[in-house]
């Protein structure tokens, strides 16, 4: 069983993900976004076996830098976003001063790639490459729960004029990819409430199921 829990940090409202399996002292975290004192606190006590980022723009990996120094845990990230760790340009932070200051931090220690299987928790994630909100974005399935960063969110779908977006790639991505799971699997999004892939094929306006 694999238990969830929700942080929404920052300005834009950005959900970070705290999963723990059968030992509690475990943890594994998705997009620690900013102003991430929530998700600080609730960490204090578990060891953090890694932070794994749907991609890496800003709103999602504010609370990186801090976390990974306090627990001493790996990045994952897709390699075409590599560089966006340290570049406050490439992760957006440098275009919204309102909402970020220039952010940076190392590079990931690990890459994720289409296909890739990671074990945390005693959970199983597979690793799927769903580019079109920017060139490295993935989504993860574990079991019947998947974590879509800004690919697919209820009724709604990523931006794609930010860097490297791409229209095209993003309904490819949701059509070929995420559409093909199964209509009960849940869909944790990066910004609002969960949905499921069913409730998306039948009514996001925005991408048919085709």
Not at 6 to 24: C, I, K, M, R
Request: charged share 20%; hydrophobic share 35%; aromatic share 8%.
């Amino acid at each position: 069983m694999l238990n969830i829990r929700t942080f929404t940090l920052g300005p834009l409202q950005t959900n970070a993900y705290l999963l723990q399996g059968e030992d509690p002292g475990k943890a594994v975290i998705i997009d620690p976004g900013m102003n991430p004192g929530p998700l600080l606190k609730a960490i204090q006590d578990l060891e953090i076996e890694a932070i794994l980022l749907t991609h890496a723009h800003f709103d999602h990996i504010g609370g990186v830098d801090e976390i990974r120094k306090l627990k001493g845990c790996p990045v994952y990230l897709h390699d075409l976003e590599s560089d966006w760790l340290t570049s406050p340009k490439l992760n957006g932070s440098l275009n919204w001063p309102q909402a970020s200051p220039p952010l940076s931090t190392d590079p990931a220690e690990y890459a994720m790639d289409e296909g890739q299987t990671l074990h945390f928790v005693g959970h199983t994630f597979k690793v799927y490459h769903t580019p079109g909100h920017s060139p490295g974005s993935v989504s993860l399935l574990c079991g019947d729960d998947l974590f879509a960063g800004d690919v697919l969110f209820r009724m709604g779908v990523g931006r794609t004029d930010l860097t490297g977006g791409r229209e095209r790639d993003l309904i490819d991505s949701i059509q070929n990819k995420l559409y093909t799971f199964a209509d009960e699997v849940k869909v944790y999004p990066g910004h609002g409430p969960k949905t499921t892939i069913g409730y998306e094929k039948q009514n996001n306006p925005y991408v048919s199921a085709r």
